[in-house]
């Protein structure tokens, strides 16, 4: 399922809603495996927003949510691109943790693209039974 948003921080919360409202039709997903998948997915929704050409007037972005029972869902990200910005995550730095966040509570993401546009996805197991990653998973 995927869907575009507008390049504005009013968004973030939509893109929460489609993703919970998507899995929520899914079965077997705990709670706070959904939670996780929500968090992440709120990180790249407003790292699309602040940190990508996105933001500019008339910008978008995409979310792509791909599920396959009994194994994983996988959430995509992808933005208007832009030049990278590193940043410092150490000691009272305001940015740089988000996507430590999402490689933490995932068992896999990856970012691809260049200045024009941008890809940023995770994985998340959806079988709580399944072995352990670095997250719970669904």
């Known amino acids: 399922m995927r869907r575009m948003f507008r390049g504005e921080p009013s968004q973030v919360p939509l893109v929460r809603d489609f993703v919970r409202r998507y899995l929520a039709g899914r079965h077997g997903c705990p709670a706070a495996a959904l939670e996780d998948i929500l968090s992440c997915v709120t990180e790249l929704a407003a790292n699309a927003v602040v940190h990508s050409r996105s933001r500019l007037p008339g910008g978008d972005f995409g979310v ?36 430590q966040i999402v490689y933490a509570l995932s068992v896999e993401m990856g970012i691809s693209g260049d200045g024009s546009r941008r890809t940023v996805w995770f994985r998340c197991p959806w079988n709580p039974a399944a072995p352990a990653g670095r997250g719970p998973g669904c």
Do not use: I, M, Y
């Open 64 to 99: 792509q949510v791909d599920f396959r029972a009994g194994e994983w869902v996988r959430v995509a990200v992808d933005d208007d691109g832009g030049p990278w910005e590193e940043h410092n995550a150490g000691g009272e730095a305001e940015h740089g943790r988000g996507l």
